[in-house]
């Protein structure tokens, strides 16, 4: 196959995950993100942001080190849900997030942007 044509294989289908695990967590979550976002609402950006760019760092590593499609896909869905797992169990710890990103706690979208954010790098470390 010609590089270019492995190039946009290979872009298309983790643009493709993303949009996946983008819908996926938003529905999961018990609020609005977008909608949060769309009123100016930071807390739930560095929230959602965070859950994005961990999941993404984990599909960079699986598309450096799997050799297939099947293997990448399949990396993929884990990470989708070790990330779901992984909100849901801090969330609980934390008591409920709900009340405190739609009030725009701003730390507190921190804190679960980069809890987000660290368990995607493991887990992007797990893989290689």
Not at 63 to 84: C, K, N
Request: proline share 2%; hydrophobic share 60%; glycine share 8%.
């Amino acid at each position: 196959m010609p590089a270019i044509l492995a190039y946009l294989l290979h872009l298309l289908t983790a643009a493709a995950m993303v949009v996946v695990f983008f819908v996926f967590y938003t529905r999961v979550t018990p609020f609005n993100e977008v909608l949060l976002i769309r009123q100016g609402n930071q807390a739930a950006a560095f929230s959602l942001g965070g859950a994005l760019v961990g999941f993404a760092v984990t599909i960079a590593s699986a598309l450096l080190h799997t050799a297939d499609y099947v293997q990448f896909t399949g990396w993929a869905v884990g990470a989708m849900l070790v990330q779901v797992l992984v909100y849901a169990s801090a969330t609980r710890l934390l008591n409920m997030s709900k009340d405190q990103i739609e009030a725009d706690n701003k730390a507190f979208g921190v804190l679960l942007g980069a809890i987000s954010l660290s368990i995607g790098l493991i887990n992007a470390g797990c893989i290689s």
